[in-house]
T-cell receptor, first 112, second 115 residues
């Protein structure tokens, strides 16, 4: 089956620093999604990418759909304490292959 | 009000008991999903349903069953709970058909502990 490698597994940063995390796949995806999960809550969608090469921003978050369709990255600029959480990438095959394949997550800790 | 709700939010049960987790949504989506989350393993798909007459197994369906009672309701059952089913369980929904609209939206989760 499809495999997603998400890195890093965890990050400890100071408030104000920029953050970058990425996912790579052994196969092609038609959609990349980035979710954030806070303790005791379900994943919340941050950014959705639907086209190879697409670069999309949502406030301080920027994500890109890799041109090979096998990778994506998420950047967070000027981190703040409320950015703490687990960030998941997810890839979707498209067409009748609606299923999401999730990365194992990046745990982000922001020190004030 | 939340678009996707799950009940209960927390449940402790004993080995061998039958447990039902419920999910309701007000988003009007046709597709619904059940996932489990374990530390270090991310989210894994248990079952999914495209409409009330459609039920499909995911990657880890053994030991689970589901029922799609209505477009808005999708329940997950553990017929005879075992300790390795201790996990966080999430329901998700998505919209059918339109390109780019299969984005999944998650409920708040149910924390299940099987003793």
């Amino acid at each position: 089956g499809q495999q997603l490698n998400q890195s890093p597994q965890s990050m400890f940063i100071q408030e104000g620093e920029d953050v970058s995390m990425n996912c790579t796949s052994s196969s092609i995806f038609n959609t990349w999604l980035w979710y954030k999960q806070e303790p005791g809550e379900g994943p919340v969608l941050l950014i959705a990418l639907y086209k190879a090469g697409e670069l999309t921003s949502n406030g301080r978050l920027t994500a890109q759909f890799g041109i090979t369709r096998k990778d994506s990255f998420l950047n967070i600029s000027a981190s703040i304490p409320s950015d703490v959480g687990i960030y998941f990438c997810a890839g979707q095959g498209g067409g009748s292959n609606y299923k999401l394949t999730f990365g194992k997550g990046t745990l982000l800790t922001v020190n004030p | 009000d939340a678009d996707v709700t799950q009940t209960p939010r927390n449940r402790i049960t004993k080995t061998g008991k039958r447990i039902m987790l419920e999910c309701s949504q007000t988003k009007g989506h046709d597709r619904m999903y059940w996932y489990r989350q374990d530390p270090g393993l991310g989210l894994r798909l248990i079952y999914y349903s495209f409409d009330v007459k459609d039920i499909n197994k995911g990657e880890i369906s053994d030991g689970y069953s589901v029922s799609r009672q209505a477009q808005a309701k999708f329940s997950l059952s553990l017929e005879s709970a075992i300790p390795n089913q201790t996990a966080l369980y999430f329901c998700a929904t998505s919209e059918q058909g339109v390109v780019g609209s299969d984005t999944q939206y998650f409920g708040p989760g149910t924390r299940l502990t099987v003793l």
